[in-house]
């Protein structure tokens, strides 16, 4: 059986991730691929837990590697248990987020050096990388509108508006660094031209494979 195909989907805080997630997940069950849809941080029981500590909502204060470590800690359980699993079984894995991230909040935003997460991606990756990356892209007030009409902001929904700025361009560096592989999406348009660039790129990758 072939290698399954990992996808991750990434953005700053309002993109429209969770909305795409399902789209993505339907239209690929629409051309007859089984996909597993997980998140980071989270997707184990392990990880889920700290994903409750990362996120919290009251004031729980952590230095910038400790953060780094907690969402890599809770990677590699998420790796072995989920992630590994389901590629070798053929299947296509659909992940809120991923590594990338990490480079995006605790590296251009915290100011952790991308060599030091590259170190640890290394180390908790060995050969795993995304396949394919959906980068939705929007402005930061705007997201940050969206965000602000869900729920009670979370730890780093409370960071302000620098941070984020810092968060969306190291994304965007990182695009430009890879793009074959990082695809961005204008998130700020009409949701149904956002739907038809998703299954563009999925008809174009579903296609290489």
Known sequence: MSRGMFITLEGGEGAGKSTNLLFARQWLQRAGHEAVVT??????????????????????HMSAESELLLMFAARAEHIAKVIRPALTAGKIVLCDRFTDASYAYQGGARGIPAERIAMIEQWVQADLRPDLTLLFDVPIVAGRERAGQRSEPDRFERENNDFFQRVRETYLARAAREPQRIRVIDASQALSKVEQAIADILEEAMHGR
């Open 39 to 60: 998140r980071e941080p989270g997707g184990t029981d392990l990880g889920e837990r700290v994903r409750e500590i990362l996120l919290h909502r009251h004031d729980l």
